[in-house]
Each structure stands twice: as C-alpha cells, then as structure tokens.
C-alpha cells in the first residue's frame, strides 16, 4: 500500500528556480529514495538516503530527512525544462528483508522555459 | 548496466482474455523482482514480490489468481492478468533487485494495458 504523501502535488516554475517537494511517510524506515518519472515510462532512481543520514547531495540535487517528522524533502537547484516530470518518494521499512518500495503520490514538476 | 525490460510495451486485448507481460534483467541476476501497477497521474502500487525459485508474496487486496506471477530464472519474472477487464487497464511497472545491492531497485519502462 502507499506509504505517504508528497506536496505539492503539482509544481510550476521557471526555468533557473529551485524546486522543493516534501514527502511523510508513517512507518520506522530503513532508507527512504527518490524517484523520478517522465510521463508514460519507468521509474529512474535518483537519491538514497538511510535513516541515519540527515542530508545528502548528488549534483543539482539535495535531499534531507528528519526521522523525528517522519518527513523528507527534495531540492533541486536551477532548475531545467528537462528536469519536467514526476517525482516520488518511496520508503524501505526498517527489518525489511525484501526490500519492498512504498511510494508517495508524487509531485508533478513542470519547469518552464 | 543495471537495464531492465519489459515486453510488451503496449497491449490492447478484449475482456475474457488473459495477458502475460514480462520483465527481463539484461545485465545482472535478481532474485527478487516486484510488480506495480499505476493508475494516470497517480502514485505506484505495489502488488506483489517475486522471488526466484518460489512462491510470490502478494499485499493486501491484490489477487494472486488473478495476477499470476512466475519467476523462473533469476532474469525473469513474468505477470499474467488472467481474464482480464476493462477495470485491470493500467500501467503496469516490473522493478528488479539486483543481487547484493538490496537497496536499490532498477524499473523497467513500464507496459501499457488496455482491456476493451
């Protein structure tokens, strides 16, 4: 079943803006990641981040997470029209031993020109 | 390296009928693979857990006759929708964990389903 939810649902900006999109999840996670998804395709990772880490970087991106809220969130910064698409988050539950992803609603992106 | 596919892309069928979409690991072995489907604009749902060799876990709600999962080899699981509807039209998304890397699963593009 899903596990959270991210907001806002939907994001318009400029091109050259940062984009920040927030997700909660409810259960004691192992790691929580990033997903992105262009329209119609498959699901590209992005970020990991375990439930000991409190922020992370990967290039234009920066995710954070607060265990006590149960929250993380995912900046992008100078954002591109090429960075348009959907982005979710999904969660590890701590003990897992499958490694089973419950993913967020998402955030549809649209970074305009 | 890490490349998943999925066949067909796109299917359209009639009522009554059943499908089999699968999901291939091209570069690597998986022991556990997992299905989801997508409604539009909406969030991934997770349907069940494929593990090479043995029987699939399914979550809450979701069929297994209906949803029939095999996973055969250790790059391939397969999904059949077994007399399918027009309310099984979905998006239909396999994702493959890489052996040893229990943290990250590689997605494949997805497979469209149509049911008339």
């Known amino acids: 079943s899903q596990q959270g939810e991210e907001d806002p649902q939907a994001l318009s900006i400029q091109e050259g803006e940062n984009a920040t999109m927030n997700c909660s999840y409810k259960?004691?996670?192992?790691?929580l990641q990033w997903y992105r998804q262009n329209s119609g395709r498959g699901l590209v990772h992005l970020i990991l981040?375990?439930?000991?880490?409190r922020e992370k970087h990967s290039g234009r991106l920066r995710v954070t997470l607060d265990t006590s809220k149960k929250s993380s969130s995912l900046l992008i910064t100078a954002s591109r029209a090429a960075d348009t698409a959907s982005y979710f988050c999904?969660?590890?539950?701590?003990?897992?031993?499958?490694?089973?992803?419950?993913f967020g609603r998402g955030t549809q992106l649209t970074v305009w020109p | 390296g890490a490349v998943v596919s999925q066949h067909p892309s796109r299917v359209i069928c009639k009522s009554g009928t059943s499908v089999k979409i699968e999901c291939r690991s091209l570069?690597?072995?998986?022991?556990?693979m997992f299905w989801y489907r997508q409604f539009p604009k909406k969030s991934l749902m997770l349907m069940a857990t494929?593990?090479?060799?043995?029987?699939?876990?399914?979550e809450q709600g979701v069929e297994k006759d209906k949803f029939l999962i095999n996973h055969a080899s250790l790059t391939l699981s397969t999904l059949t929708v077994t007399s399918a509807h027009p309310e099984d039209s979905s998006f239909y998304i396999c994702?493959?964990?890489?052996?040893?890397?229990?943290?990250?699963?590689?997605f494949g593009p997805g497979t469209r389903l149509t049911v008339t």
């Open positions: 494929s593990n090479e060799g043995s029987k699939a876990t399914y």
């Open positions: 994702s493959a964990d890489r052996q040893g890397a229990r943290n990250e699963q590689y």
């Open positions: 999904a969660t590890v539950d701590r003990g897992s031993t499958l490694g089973r992803l419950y």
């Open positions: 570069d690597f072995q998986a022991t556990t």
């Open positions: 981040i375990r439930s000991n880490e």
């Open positions: 259960t004691s996670i192992n790691n």
